[in-house]
């Protein structure tokens, strides 16, 4: 390992950019511009460890493609000699292999996509620097500590008093820590939702869910006092679930999946473990990275990647899987027909005891009407009915809407009888089969259907 002079807290940081291509490197210098770094270039391998020789370097950023010497052997090469720099591989092209390479053997702090997005960009850097100085000062915390645990080993003996003393100092050093690493740990997290952000960028808005799947996730936590740890292993979780999913086409990540060809639903039954292997070896993301594993399997055994049943599946993936069902039913990203939120709860109540576990279906619906702001959902009058179901003098709670998207029913519509009829009339034609929302007053019996 070669050692490099720390950069001073006076000095700017330096950000060494890697790339073949000049043009890149133009833009990015471009990007930094008027930024507070000291901005290095090189368009090679060789150079860039050259440069690094010959000066301290705090960041790295490589483009993954490169001739002689490609990204992830540079950023391997940096991580053995300088492990204190900060690595980000820069890359125009989803390659599984190369990303693994690079967290496996570079361990990169992140990964960027071209195109990239300049604020995101701006951003990447900041908290990765923002990051390193924090590990710097905790280590230097840690080496001060050490420091004065050895003049106390020196004055115990004679010097009670002064023992006491700087035992009181040692105790405020280790808050002190316990408060820094504390700091990282949330750090981390944020960390992930921003990844989480740039992944999504391969998806149109209409498809990205992540950002969703935290919130509601978040919402479950507070409402049911789940510990720290516990509720930060989630939110990881929940950023980076489909991480598995970038190496796939535009075509594949995008579709149902109960639409997917034989082949591809092999590849999507992989997703899970593909998630797992780019994230294990990241040591705080270890046990969210667990939940990410085996949040595709179902209650009744017949998952993916290993068919859990029952409890042996982790709490924490059961009530992921109902999140990221809740919503990926809502995107058009499980079933072809796109449900509204209410369909997507009246699917995962059916599925309950096979799909889901039971006792966490009802507990997550009114933490779903929480996220929702909507106290219907937890309402006794409101009902979930058929169309044959249906009485005069109930009041339609929601939209009732047709299989292609058109409004039929307003909220708010009184039922009376000829309308019930044509409601059955029109969905037979459909060949449809519709979720009425109702609020039921207290003077009107539901029919009883066998």
Not at 68 to 91: C, E, K, S, V, W
Not at 282 to 311: C, N, T, V, Y
Not at 335 to 347: F, G, I, K, P, T
Request: charged share 25%; aromatic share 6%.
């Amino acid at each position: 390992m070669e050692e490099q002079l720390p950069t001073t807290l006076n000095d700017k940081p330096k950000v060494l950019l890697v790339d073949d291509e000049e043009s890149i490197l133009n833009s990015l210098r471009r990007l930094l511009r008027g930024q507070p770094y000291e901005v290095l270039l090189a368009t090679s391998g060789a150079q860039a460890l050259e440069i690094m020789r010959q000066q301290s370097i705090d960041l790295v950023m490589s483009d993954a493609r490169m001739p002689n010497m490609d990204g992830a052997t540079l950023l391997a090469h940096i991580q053995q000699r300088y492990p204190d720099t900060i690595r980000i591989m820069l890359t125009g092209y989803a390659d599984p292999s190369a990303i693994i390479k690079a967290i496996n053997e570079g361990q990169i702090h992140r990964y960027i996509s071209k195109p990239w997005h300049d604020e995101e960009m701006l951003l990447t850097l900041r908290q990765s620097l923002a990051y390193q100085h924090s590990e710097r000062e905790r280590l230097r915390l840690v080496q001060e500590t050490w420091d004065q645990n050895e003049k106390l080993k020196l004055l115990n003996a004679t010097l009670e008093k002064h023992v006491a003393s700087r035992t009181a100092e040692l105790q405020q050093t280790a808050d002190m820590l316990d408060l820094a690493y504390e700091e990282l740990k949330h750090s981390y997290v944020t960390g992930t939702e921003v990844f989480s952000l740039l992944a999504n960028l391969r998806l149109p808005p209409a498809k990205q869910t992540n950002r969703q799947i935290i919130e509601l996730v978040r919402v479950y936590c507070k409402l049911h006092g789940v510990d720290e740890g516990t509720s930060r292993d989630l939110t990881m979780a929940a950023a980076l679930y489909n991480i598995g999913k970038l190496s796939w086409t535009d075509s594949m990540i995008t579709a149902p999946a109960d639409l997917l060809h034989h082949s591809d639903r092999e590849r999507y039954r992989g997703y899970p473990k593909q998630s797992e292997s780019l994230l294990m070896t990241l040591e705080p993301m270890k046990d969210a990275a667990r939940l990410i594993l085996h949040h595709q399997e179902r209650w009744d055994g017949s998952g993916f990647p290993d068919r859990l049943r029952g409890e042996a599946i982790p709490f924490g993936s059961r009530l992921l899987k109902l999140a990221v069902d809740f919503i990926e039913l809502q995107r058009g990203l499980i079933l072809e027909r796109q449900m509204n939120s209410d369909e997507a709860l009246v699917y995962i109540r059916s599925y309950a005891g096979r799909l889901y576990d039971p006792e966490l279906v009802e507990d997550f619906i009114q933490v779903c009407a929480a996220y929702l702001s909507d106290i219907s959902l937890v309402d006794p009058s409101i009902k979930v009915l058929t169309t044959r179901e249906l009485v005069a003098g109930m009041i339609l709670a929601r939209n009732l809407n047709a299989d292609n998207g058109m409004l039929l029913l307003n909220a708010g519509k009184v039922l009376n009888g000829p309308l019930v009829e044509k409601l059955i009339a029109f969905e037979a034609m459909e060949g449809a089969k519709y979720s009425i929302f109702v609020k039921v007053p207290e003077d009107v019996a539901v029919l009883e259907t066998s």
